[in-house]
């Protein structure tokens, strides 16, 4: 079965950090994409961060640049997202996805929740 | 950046009935090289991350009902569910994958009258 798993939710104090994981089933996990979306309560979708296949080039939204870092262990069919400096408005449910430049987005986790509060 | 705009916010149809959710993108998503575009949306039920229905504007995913529909063009896309059943109700979003950064339209909340 076609899966990704995301770990690492949870909450933290305003200026913490977190450092999520999303783990790969079912696919050959080393030659795509893998991105991060986060969903924020009762809001839409909105794309975090991405990682290339090879762990060469990753990009980032301007809301979270010089914050957080993708990396990836294709040994480990695993990306993380390391999130520092955290703030109030980074409290989402974090997906990561595939990404085939042919469809989107064909197969999401289950999400985190990230809740940052005092 | 591409803004993506979803109408109406929300809708409520009656069982069997259409429902018709529009997508309008600030620039087009149409790739000339291969005259795709590059459009795609998703269903998300409460609870649940969003789920693959159409992409390239109009190609069902594999396994999607054929009540799912997709069309338009460049800027100006709708989804179309022909008769809605109850396990429709759900949010949908439209999503660009044209060019960085991906952006999503806000959703449309689609429900039983």
């Known amino acids: 079965e076609v899966q990704l798993v995301e770990s690492g939710g949870g909450l933290v104090q305003p200026g913490g950090s977190l450092r999520l994981s999303c783990e790969a089933s079912g696919f050959t996990f080393s030659t795509y994409y893998i991105h991060w979306v986060r969903q924020a309560p009762g809001k839409g979708l909105v794309w975090v961060s991405r990682i290339k296949s090879d762990g060469s080039s990753t990009n980032y939204a301007d809301s979270v640049k010089g914050r957080f870092t993708i990396s990836r262990d294709n040994a480990m069919n695993t990306v993380y997202l390391q999130m520092n400096s955290l703030r109030a408005e980074d409290t989402a449910v974090y997906y990561c996805?595939?990404?085939?430049?042919?469809?989107?987005?064909?197969?999401w986790g289950q999400g985190t929740t990230v809740t940052v509060s005092s | 950046d591409i803004v993506m705009t979803q109408s109406p916010d929300s809708l409520a149809v009656s069982l069997g009935e259409r429902a018709t959710i529009n997508c309008k993108s600030s620039?087009?998503?149409?790739?000339?090289?291969?005259?795709?575009?590059?459009l795609a949306w998703y269903q998300q039920k409460p609870g649940q991350p969003p789920k693959l229905l159409i992409y390239?504007?109009?190609t069902r995913e594999s396994g999607v009902p054929d009540r799912f529909s997709g069309s338009g063009s460049g800027t100006d896309f709708t989804l179309t569910i022909s008769s809605l059943q109850a396990e429709d109700v759900a949010v949908y979003h439209c999503h660009q994958y044209y060019s960085s950064p991906l952006t999503f339209g806000g959703g449309t909340k689609v429900e039983i009258k």
């Open positions: 996805a595939s990404f085939d430049f042919w469809s989107g987005y064909a197969v």
């Open positions: 390239w504007a109009s």
């Open positions: 620039q087009s998503v149409l790739y000339s090289s291969n005259n795709k575009n590059y």
